[in-house]
């Protein structure tokens, strides 16, 4: 099996040139899951760039990105596969009554009948596939089963057809929201990789990068304030998205330097709970955390 | 683990089962402090190390965390370990001087030197007074420059903490020892001055708030170097399994709620949210699952059509049960402050799971707090309100729970009904008051179901004016809360 990637620095290289600023963490784990060849479970706050990591990853690969968007009540037919009956139906009823019984179950429970859903279609894809599993907390405890098998094997049983095995071991994503604890035998089979609020001086970077008009000061500025939030007890800290949006709005309305009153204008951009952003106005008006009395200026 | 070396093919070199030794002792350490490491995890993090350089220090620690730490709360835990096991100790930091090193033949001691010694390093400060060498600090927070603050740390540990080989003294103890010396509060206020000096025409109060941060952020670092430094002298004086012993702290689930330390609630604080959204979660999963609603009649006719009309898979409407109503009665007397803050906090961040939430807060007097959390978003807020503004003190501000309950019981015992759960919060240490323990008998035949949660450990419920037992007969359960783990498991149950 040939290696996707050369070294932790190259991971880093690739996704820099698809946009994506990775760190030690994320490139390092990257790296292993190509050579491992597990999965990766990726965790976080939302708005950290889980998604965006797998999205990066095939496009930097040149794979196609299959994705399964997981919604409590996913099932088998949704997830795997699904057996067309319909289809089924009118091959039988389109048969005479010569036709013995063996030869029609042969047919209708073959590959054509066979309406392949995101996993299947992952492992059986013939050319390099990056496959996602999006917000895997969210269904239920006994559908992670269904995940199992392919996530350590990377091979799907079907009664009726066998066990189906991967044409090429495919990238798998993972994410999770932590809504909910997920079972130990998922996490065993996966690679964890906990995505945070990056760093100030990434966030920074992730700025300059997105938005390509930025200024350097501009981008200095925003991370620092973000992560100033941040570090109140908030509802909601802001995303690096939400940073993004705000930055993105700033470029819009043509300030070059926040001042108290742009930040609190368009502090809606980047918390979304009314208390949150009271508490922020708050805070950056009349800088109350001072532990001395600051000298008369 | 040097059987798994083999089995990959290659015949070990001693290095690498060195690795693998000190490897097993790490996972082993892992699992002691709490961490569930499975085997396939312990052979994969094995596996994932011969794919990484090993002179790749960040990597390698990636490599194991990645496979050995599958949840983030124990993440502090994992890096406070890997430091002590796998971190630089060549001979320079030994305590007694004579380069006595406990683990000189590991091949890991010497990996990266962390940049910007050479200038700066051991020998650098020596000649320095302390005036000189808390101005060099000054200037090097000042321009954030990392590796010279590193370098002051380790001239700072060596010369204020008083490290001797031997000496039974914990990382604590050596770390105000030199967070004292170095006085840092003093240091930012300089920090501060000098920042506003340099702004012409001063800094609005946005400006000065971030420059706070980052100055906040970077005497933050600084103190990590300074524990980091210890405990690698540390690390070479006693030896990692020594060191990892002493070091083992419980996870944020597992610190118990009375004898937190302040860096510990604030932990407690941070983990609280995640929880409840949790567990908002999985109840609202558990009241729609498990039981089937009514049969749903034109839906079952609409999927009958794809069978030709036969009513092949019967349809069910979504259950919906009837959702409890909660009274909270809270003991919030020194003691026992912070367990009843992180319950009313719990119930409350949940409370879109119950059909009410009514809270009463007691000491000897008795009141509510309800209308504090009605129409207040954030929650943390109204529980520190209940603290400052609810009217508890009846006689001398000693928990008296026969008076608290006989106010409760005149005053809203009317309310009580079917469909209550009232939840008792509480020690149960009543001074030798009247324990008025019939009040929980008449609760607990209004109520739907009544239930104590204490805690204290077990073992000291009824000793001394603690009184549990006469109040725990009548009620519907008694439980042991003394952490999170268990406050999270009660309330799973509740609704």
Redesign the interface.
């Known amino acids: 099996m040939e290696h996707r990637f050369e070294s932790v620095e190259a991971v880093r290289e690739g996704l820099k040139s698809v946009n994506y600023l990775a760190d030690d963490a994320i490139a390092g784990t990257a790296f292993l899951a190509d050579r491992l060849q597990k999965p990766i479970l990726v965790e976080g706050p939302a708005g950290t760039g889980k998604t965006q990591l797998a999205q990066s990853v095939a496009e930097m690969t040149g794979a196609r990105l299959i994705r399964l968007q997981c919604y409590e009540g996913l099932d088998e037919s949704k997830a795997l596969y699904e057996w067309n009956y319909k289809k089924q139906l009118l091959r039988i009823q389109s048969e005479g009554d010569e036709t013995n019984w063996e030869d029609i179950q042969d047919d209708i429970f073959s590959n054509e009948f066979l309406l392949e859903r995101p996993l299947l279609e992952a492992i059986r894809s013939e050319d390099p596939v990056v496959l996602l599993i999006d917000e895997v907390d969210r269904v239920e405890v006994e559908t992670e089963a269904l995940l199992l098998e392919l996530l350590s094997e990377y091979q799907v049983s079907i009664p009726e057809l066998g066990t189906l095995k991967a044409n090429q071991i495919p990238m798998v994503f993972l994410t999770s929201n932590n809504t909910r604890e997920l079972s130990e035998a998922l996490k065993r089979r996966c690679l964890f990789l906990h995505l945070d609020y990056p760093e100030m001086e990434r966030e920074k970077e992730i700025v300059l990068t997105k938005v390509p008009d930025i200024t350097v000061n501009l981008a200095d500025q925003i991370a620092r304030i973000v992560r100033s939030i941040r570090q109140l007890e908030l509802k909601k800290a802001p995303s690096v998205s939400e940073t993004i949006d705000w930055a993105r709005t700033l470029i819009l309305l043509g300030i070059e330097q926040i001042s108290e009153k742009d930040a609190t204008d368009t502090a809606n951009i980047l918390l979304k709970y009314r208390s949150d952003i009271e508490k922020v106005v708050k805070e950056f008006s009349s800088n109350t955390k001072a532990h001395f009395e600051a000298p008369a200026s | 683990m040097t059987d798994l070396a083999e089995s990959n093919g290659s015949t070990p070199e001693p290095a690498v089962s060195a690795l693998f030794e000190l490897l097993e002792g790490f996972v082993m350490d892992l699992r002691a402090a709490g961490l569930?490491v499975?085997l396939?995890?312990n052979i994969?993090a094995a596996?994932?190390v011969r794919?990484?350089?090993l002179e790749?220090r960040?990597?390698f620690k990636?490599?194991l965390?990645?496979?050995l730490?599958?949840?983030?709360a124990h993440?502090r835990t994992f890096e406070t370990l890997f430091e002590v096991y796998f971190s630089l100790r060549g001979s320079e930091y030994a305590l007694d001087g004579d380069g006595n090193d406990p683990f000189g033949d590991a091949d890991l001691d010497d990996e990266n030197q962390p940049p910007g010694e050479g200038g700066e390093g051991q020998g650098g400060g020596e000649g320095l007074t302390p005036e000189e060498l808390a101005e060099m600090l000054f200037q090097a927070l000042m321009k954030g420059d990392d590796p010279l603050v590193r370098a002051i740390s380790k001239q700072a540990v060596k010369r204020y903490a008083g490290m001797e080989p031997g000496r039974p003294v914990g990382g604590t103890y050596y770390l105000y020892r030199t967070l004292r010396n170095l006085d840092l509060?003093g240091l930012?206020?300089r920090l501060m001055?000098q920042a506003?000096e340099n702004a012409d025409g001063?800094l609005?109060?946005?400006e000065?708030?971030?420059e706070?941060?980052?100055f906040d952020?970077r005497i933050e670092k600084l103190k990590k170097e300074i524990e980091a430094e210890i405990r690698r002298r540390l690390v070479a004086d006693r030896g990692a399994e020594a060191m990892a012993k002493t070091l083992r702290k419980p996870l944020p689930e597992d610190v118990d709620f009375m004898h937190a330390s302040r860096e510990e609630m604030a932990n407690l604080?941070r983990a609280i949210y995640?929880l409840t959204?949790?567990l908002a979660?999985?109840l609202a999963?558990k009241r729609r699952?498990g039981r089937k609603g009514p049969l749903d009649f034109r839906n079952t006719v609409r999927h009958s059509l794809?069978y030709g009309g036969v009513p092949a898979e019967l349809k069910f409407r979504y259950p919906r049960p009837s959702k409890p109503e909660i009274i909270v009665i809270a003991d919030i007397s020194g003691s026992v402050a912070a367990f009843a803050r992180f319950t009313l906090h719990l119930v409350y961040a949940i409370s879109g799971q119950f059909s009410k939430v009514r809270a009463f807060v007691f000491i000897d007097g008795l009141d509510e707090v309800t209308h504090l959390f009605e129409g207040c978003?954030?929650i943390?807020e109204a529980v520190h309100r209940v603290n400052t503004e609810a009217d508890v003190v009846w006689v001398d501000g000693h928990s008296d729970y026969g008076h608290a309950f006989e106010v409760f019981w005149d005053k809203y015992g009317h309310e009580v009904n079917s469909k209550s759960t009232v939840l008792v919060l509480g020690d149960a240490r009543n001074n030798y008051h009247a324990a008025q323990a019939w009040i929980m008998k008449e609760i607990e035949q209004k109520s739907r179901k009544l239930f104590w949660l204490n805690p204290e450990p077990k073992a000291y419920w009824n000793t001394g004016d603690s009184i549990v037992g006469e109040y725990g007969v009548h009620c519907d359960g008694v439980f042991e809360v003394r952490n999170l783990r268990q406050l999270e498991k009660f309330v799973d149950n509740l609704a």
């Not at chain 2, 730490?69 to 983030?72: E, G």
């Open positions: 569930p499975s396939s995890e994969d596996s994932a794919h990484i350089p790749d960040s990597a990636y490599a965390a990645a496979t730490v599958k949840n983030q993440w509060d930012l206020e001055e506003k001063g609005s109060p946005l000065e708030r971030l706070r941060d980052e952020d604080r995640p959204r949790k979660v999985r999963r699952h794809s978003d954030d943390a």
